[in-house]
């Protein structure tokens, strides 16, 4: 539910914009110059904001596509990730983003071709290289196709290019573009998992593990590359035993052939934005366990992150070719 | 009930006489820098500040020192304004979504509160009365420097400004009087109830968030816990809330000392706890 709609007078007349407001005909727009009048402005409420999100349609200039921090990563060396929109739609307990703005509103990035330009501009420069390119860093995916049809706009053209990879990061269940188009042999749609329990304490408004993972058994019988990401991994009682089932779940339903790739990642938080996060939840459950400063990280202590990378890994070996994995330091 | 607490920030004595009334509020004895109204349960509050921006100004500063939930409470500023001919009819409210200034270039976006049925608009804020009915937007001498200063110290989607319209021509403005004022406000006082109630409700969410754990105060009043110790304490008494809801942390420590003994007694049962997720 869009609380209220901004739009950059900037791009006010650009089509992709009167097509999203015709899905909101309803809703009279206020026109601002810069989204940063309405957007991560000082002395604003996160919690409250995610209650009644807005959307800003803006237009992002410059920092199109940037280099990842340099443990993330799926198997090539050339890794890059852009944001074509601002926050997300779900509401998790252990995201960054809650840290990272002060406002839960929606900015939603429509001058899609400058983030084309970047892309095209990053694999000249790498021309015989293989070259990751992640998207759902800042944002979910595909929650918001039905509005952005970034999707439906970037798979087409990220198909051109065979020596790229494109990640698709999600923990949506709709599929809508994927289902309707041939699988694209260059794109990897990656669903971030956890065991159920966990979930349904810490991932708010969001589809549950059950439906996460039918959506990827339909989409692996399609052909679609799937990336399965276990990240963050989250401790507690029982853990071992949840995540051995978690497991379990997954390769059962998933044809391993379709699995692209497996990525683990700490449950991490950057020390700048953890006071801010915990300040905005301070009940929270999982924000109650014991995490220390490492570094610029506040996580687990060393030896809890350790003993849940190693279990795990084993674990994953079992199930599948131990190439396929991957894991994340979570540096920041 | 809730926990949350109104300010009301208006510039005239006919503009909250209605609100006043409908809301039970009385005047405060003493000799006050403005008049101040409060409810019985003291979580409704109102100063009348005077027409134009010093008085606005005098009069949040003022109700924000003596109001003591200030900090989470609902900020509303609410009164009458000119309008141009198309934007509205005469006793028309409107919830003010684009905040200008005639001087400032400073342009503020207020929180839009959803689900409330009142047309929005953009408000501008001059030094002077106004009478160019040709505009296209809403004009006081208030609006601009309320938001201006609240939203230094509050959180933003805690404050509103609601304006009436009360002359959209040169022959509107002659029939504005105490008792025409008062009237039509009260004619549109269910408005401003749900407004109160959507107030209520996110200054209630506000307090909850930031309130203090009930044992702090027993606690620090006890023994002595340095300033970085009283933070450590806020820590652990929110996180063994979350951990252990069913065990008595004040039985547990009755035989404990001192802030050390205290804060390592918590610190060592938060640390070998696991969660359960189940």
Same mark, same amino acid.
């Given at each position: 539910m869009i609380n209220q709609i901004y739009i950059e007078n900037e791009i006010k007349d650009h089509p992709r914009v009167q097509r999203i407001l015709k899905k909101f005909k309803r809703k009279t727009p206020i026109y601002i110059d810069k989204y940063a009048s309405v957007f991560n402005?000082?002395?604003?409420n996160f919690r409250i904001q995610k209650k009644y999100p807005s959307l800003i349609l803006a237009k992002k200039k410059g920092g199109h596509v940037l280099k990842t921090p340099? /443990?993330? @990563?799926? @198997?090539?060396s050339n890794n890059f990730y852009f944001s074509h929109? !601002?926050?997300?739609?779900y509401d998790c307990e252990y995201c960054f983003l809650q840290g990272m703005y002060s406002s839960a509103d929606y900015v939603l990035f429509v001058n899609y071709e400058d983030f084309e330009d970047g892309i095209k501009e990053k694999i000249n420069f790498h021309k015989n290289e293989r070259v990751t390119f992640f998207s759902? !860093? /800042?944002?979910?995916?595909?929650?918001?196709e039905k509005i952005s049809g970034f999707v439906s706009h970037f798979l087409p053209f990220f198909?051109?290019?065979?020596n790229v990879e494109i990640e698709l990061r999600?923990?949506?269940?709709?599929?809508e573009p994927l289902l309707k188009?041939?699988?694209?042999?260059?794109?990897i749609v990656a669903f971030s998992l956890l065991p159920a329990e966990i979930a349904n304490k810490t991932d708010h408004k969001v589809p549950t593990i059950k439906k996460r993972i039918n959506k990827i058994s339909e989409l692996a019988l399609m052909g679609w590359k799937i990336g399965l990401r276990f990240d963050p991994l989250i401790h507690g009682e029982n853990w071992k035993n949840i995540y051995k089932e978690l497991f379990a779940d997954v390769f059962k339903n998933? /044809?391993?052939?379709?699995?692209?790739s497996i990525t683990l990642g700490p449950l991490r938080f950057p020390k700048a934005m953890f006071k801010k996060i915990l300040d905005m939840n301070p009940r929270s459950k999982l924000l109650s366990d014991v995490l220390v400063l490492r570094g610029n990280k506040i996580s687990y202590t060393n030896e809890i992150e350790l003993e849940m990378q190693s279990f795990c890994i084993d674990l994953l070996n079992k199930h599948s070719p131990e190439t396929l994995l991957f894991s994340c330091k979570g540096n920041f | 009930m809730s926990n949350g607490c109104i300010c009301w920030v208006i510039a005239l004595a006919s503009e909250a006489k209605s609100l006043i009334e409908e809301f039970k509020m009385y005047l405060m004895p003493g000799d006050t820098l403005f008049p101040i109204y409060k409810n019985k349960n003291e979580n409704e509050w109102l100063v009348?500040? @005077?027409?134009?921006q010093l008085n606005v100004a005098s009069g949040v500063s003022y109700l924000y020192s003596l109001c003591p939930y200030s900090k989470t409470s609902f900020w509303i500023n609410f009164g009458i304004a000119g309008a141009g001919k198309?934007? @509205? /009819?005469?006793?028309e409210p409107f919830l003010i979504n684009e905040l200008r200034h005639h001087d400032f270039k400073k342009i503020y976006y207020p929180f839009i509160l959803p689900n409330l049925k009142l047309k929005n608009a953009m408000l501008k804020t001059y030094n002077k009365p106004q009478?160019? !009915?040709?505009?296209?937007f809403l004009f006081d001498m208030e609006g601009w420097v309320f938001y201006n200063i609240v939203q230094k110290k509050i959180t933003r989607e805690l404050i509103a400004v609601v304006k009436i319209i009360s002359d959209n021509s040169p022959e509107t403005i002659?029939?504005?009087n105490k008792n025409f004022i008062n009237k039509f406000i009260k004619d549109k006082i269910e408005y401003l109830m749900t407004l109160r109630d959507f107030g209520f409700s996110l200054s209630d969410l506000e307090t909850e968030r930031k309130k203090e754990h009930f044992l702090f105060v027993d606690i620090t009043e006890k023994f002595h816990f340095t300033f970085s110790q009283c933070q450590q304490l806020k820590n652990f008494l929110i996180r063994w809330d979350v951990n252990?809801?069913?065990?008595?942390l004040f039985s547990e420590i009755k035989d404990l000392n001192d802030a050390k003994s205290i804060l390592d007694y918590m610190e060592s049962s938060l640390k070998h706890h696991k969660l359960k997720w189940e």
């Amino acid at each position: 539910m869009i609380n209220q709609i901004y739009i950059e007078n900037e791009i006010k007349d650009h089509p992709r914009v009167q097509r999203i407001l015709k899905k909101f005909k309803r809703k009279t727009p206020i026109y601002i110059d810069k989204y940063a009048s309405v957007f991560n402005k000082k002395n604003q409420n996160f919690r409250i904001q995610k209650k009644y999100p807005s959307l800003i349609l803006a237009k992002k200039k410059g920092g199109h596509v940037l280099k990842t921090p340099s /443990d993330f @990563g799926i @198997g090539n060396s050339n890794n890059f990730y852009f944001s074509h929109m !601002y926050n997300c739609l779900y509401d998790c307990e252990y995201c960054f983003l809650q840290g990272m703005y002060s406002s839960a509103d929606y900015v939603l990035f429509v001058n899609y071709e400058d983030f084309e330009d970047g892309i095209k501009e990053k694999i000249n420069f790498h021309k015989n290289e293989r070259v990751t390119f992640f998207s759902g !860093y /800042d944002c979910d995916s595909l929650a918001f196709e039905k509005i952005s049809g970034f999707v439906s706009h970037f798979l087409p053209f990220f198909k051109r290019f065979s020596n790229v990879e494109i990640e698709l990061r999600t923990k949506s269940t709709q599929m809508e573009p994927l289902l309707k188009m041939e699988p694209v042999s260059n794109c990897i749609v990656a669903f971030s998992l956890l065991p159920a329990e966990i979930a349904n304490k810490t991932d708010h408004k969001v589809p549950t593990i059950k439906k996460r993972i039918n959506k990827i058994s339909e989409l692996a019988l399609m052909g679609w590359k799937i990336g399965l990401r276990f990240d963050p991994l989250i401790h507690g009682e029982n853990w071992k035993n949840i995540y051995k089932e978690l497991f379990a779940d997954v390769f059962k339903n998933i /044809d391993k052939k379709a699995i692209h790739s497996i990525t683990l990642g700490p449950l991490r938080f950057p020390k700048a934005m953890f006071k801010k996060i915990l300040d905005m939840n301070p009940r929270s459950k999982l924000l109650s366990d014991v995490l220390v400063l490492r570094g610029n990280k506040i996580s687990y202590t060393n030896e809890i992150e350790l003993e849940m990378q190693s279990f795990c890994i084993d674990l994953l070996n079992k199930h599948s070719p131990e190439t396929l994995l991957f894991s994340c330091k979570g540096n920041f | 009930m809730s926990n949350g607490c109104i300010c009301w920030v208006i510039a005239l004595a006919s503009e909250a006489k209605s609100l006043i009334e409908e809301f039970k509020m009385y005047l405060m004895p003493g000799d006050t820098l403005f008049p101040i109204y409060k409810n019985k349960n003291e979580n409704e509050w109102l100063v009348i500040t @005077g027409v134009g921006q010093l008085n606005v100004a005098s009069g949040v500063s003022y109700l924000y020192s003596l109001c003591p939930y200030s900090k989470t409470s609902f900020w509303i500023n609410f009164g009458i304004a000119g309008a141009g001919k198309n934007v @509205g /009819d005469i006793g028309e409210p409107f919830l003010i979504n684009e905040l200008r200034h005639h001087d400032f270039k400073k342009i503020y976006y207020p929180f839009i509160l959803p689900n409330l049925k009142l047309k929005n608009a953009m408000l501008k804020t001059y030094n002077k009365p106004q009478n160019n !009915y040709k505009r296209s937007f809403l004009f006081d001498m208030e609006g601009w420097v309320f938001y201006n200063i609240v939203q230094k110290k509050i959180t933003r989607e805690l404050i509103a400004v609601v304006k009436i319209i009360s002359d959209n021509s040169p022959e509107t403005i002659l029939s504005i009087n105490k008792n025409f004022i008062n009237k039509f406000i009260k004619d549109k006082i269910e408005y401003l109830m749900t407004l109160r109630d959507f107030g209520f409700s996110l200054s209630d969410l506000e307090t909850e968030r930031k309130k203090e754990h009930f044992l702090f105060v027993d606690i620090t009043e006890k023994f002595h816990f340095t300033f970085s110790q009283c933070q450590q304490l806020k820590n652990f008494l929110i996180r063994w809330d979350v951990n252990f809801p069913e065990r008595s942390l004040f039985s547990e420590i009755k035989d404990l000392n001192d802030a050390k003994s205290i804060l390592d007694y918590m610190e060592s049962s938060l640390k070998h706890h696991k969660l359960k997720w189940e």
